[in-house]
């Protein structure tokens, strides 16, 4: 019998999912670990490298969710753990609130230097991207001493109090946590009019506002691309009432979308951007970089003891070299052949009703939401990791370091799943 060859960049299961040490430590994770967690099946990681993760009994997976949109740089990538393991010998920590890190004006200073618009800007170090979300919130109201908000249906800006104010993708998300933070106006993703001619004419005085909180390409609400005139239109509305422009991109930044932010799609210049996810290759840092003469809060206003970490900052310095290098390039190169090759998949099977996104950046819109799920559990089987996006989507957002072998077989693999499921 001829031994089949398979290559290390694809998946190999080598026993029924899960296994038993797998499904030992879910026994475990069941009796001690918050309910609240989501886990859409029984994966228990234990090592990574590049898009290849391997779980706790030995199975390899390709992940194509690159631990939701974090690991950037791949699992692991040598060059960002060379980087963590040589601050962690140095200094893991002072506190960044009180006294100062070398690293942070020089992540600072990179991070001014990828904005397109050439103006001054300032960071605000935390731990996560709803942080990040929180401090432009109180930055907003700061600077123009206005109090509400006008966020969109389907966003997801984090489930801290305050984004989570903000967010609008699930309602379990926001059940049994009321009342929220007041002043958050929620209307339809792409659409102006109903900004200028319904709300600011009915409910919402403009003079009030102090921000727009948007997603230049939504996440959670099911990898969502506006329509090209939707974010520029939103700008002059702003320009026009004196209201600040915040992108989130914690989600869709950091080359995701093909370039390093993804508002750089659309002639769109946000006055704050919250950062977080790829920023540091799983290591835990969130960003709100602002303009400098919006970010003018006195000391005091606002800190984290553990926000801008020495270790993470010298994650982030290290992927955002890698980033412009080549993977910036790579997101864009392979997206393009990922995207093309799944609309043809969609010509191929009816369960199949939209393929959008930029990037590395995707959503594969399925006829039903009991369908989605089920071809995510089929996938997971074949040793290929997907997750859900909005109502009936599956999320495409691997590594940035994928290469077009390993997304053939992530759309061969998506085909294999969707043929042998029933309809539902």
């Given at each position: ?13 080598i026993?029924k ?36 993760v ?16 974090v ?33 942070m ?9 990828l904005?397109p ?5 300032r ?24 109090w509400?908000f ?37 209307i ?9 001619g319904?709300?600011f ?74 950062i ?69 998949l969609?010509?191929?099977h ?25 071809i ?10 997907l ?19 390993q ?18």
């Amino acid at each position: 019998m001829e031994t089949q060859v398979i290559s290390d960049k694809l998946p190999k299961i080598i026993t029924k999912l899960p296994g038993p040490k797998a499904a030992k430590i879910i026994k475990s994770d069941t009796r001690y670990i918050s309910p609240s967690y989501t886990r859409s099946y029984p994966f228990v990681a234990k090592s990574g490298s590049g898009a290849m993760v391997e779980d706790v009994d030995g199975n390899r997976f390709l992940d194509f969710n690159a631990g939701i949109a974090v690991c950037s740089t791949g699992h692991c990538h040598p060059d960002v753990v060379r980087a963590i393991q040589k601050q962690a010998e140095t200094l893991i920590h002072m506190s960044g609130t009180d006294f100062y890190y070398e690293q942070m004006p020089q992540l600072a200073r990179k991070l001014e230097s990828l904005m397109p618009d050439g103006r001054q800007w300032r960071c605000f170090f935390g731990n996560s991207g709803t942080e990040a979300i929180e401090a432009a919130m109180k930055l907003a109201r700061y600077a123009t001493g206005r109090w509400q908000f006008i966020a969109f249906h389907s966003s997801f800006h984090g489930r801290t109090m305050g984004s989570l104010s903000l967010t609008s993708s699930k309602p379990v998300q926001r059940r049994g946590f009321g009342p929220l933070i007041p002043g958050v106006t929620h209307i339809p993703f792409g659409n102006c009019d109903y900004l200028e001619g319904v709300v600011f004419k009915t409910t919402v005085n403009p003079g009030e506002v102090a921000a727009i909180i948007v997603e230049p390409i939504q996440g959670e609400g099911g990898y969502i691309v506006p329509p090209p005139e939707f974010l520029p239109r939103l700008e002059q509305i702003a320009r026009k009432h004196g209201i600040l422009l915040v992108a989130d991109e914690v989600q869709s930044g950091m080359g995701r979308s093909g370039k390093i932010f993804a508002f750089e799609h659309f002639d769109f210049h946000p006055d704050i951007v919250a950062i977080a996810k790829g920023i540091a290759s799983g290591m835990p840092l969130g960003v709100m970089i602002a303009h400098a003469d919006t970010m003018t809060w006195e000391p005091g206003a606002h800190a984290s003891t553990f926000g801008g970490n020495p270790v993470c900052l010298a994650a982030a310095l290290e992927t955002i070299r890698l980033l412009q290098e080549k993977y910036v390039a790579n997101s864009a190169k392979v997206g393009v052949f990922l995207l093309a090759r799944l609309k043809k998949l969609k010509q191929r099977h009816a369960a199949i009703i939209d393929v959008r996104g930029r990037g590395l950046m995707i959503g594969v819109q399925i006829s039903k939401p009991e369908l989605r799920d089920a071809i995510i559990q089929e996938c997971f089987l074949r040793g290929l990791l997907l997750l859900g996006a909005g109502a009936s989507t599956i999320r495409l957002c691997p590594p940035l370091v994928i290469d077009e072998e390993q997304a053939a077989f992530a759309v061969e693999t998506l085909s294999t799943a969707i043929a042998e499921l029933p309809e539902f």
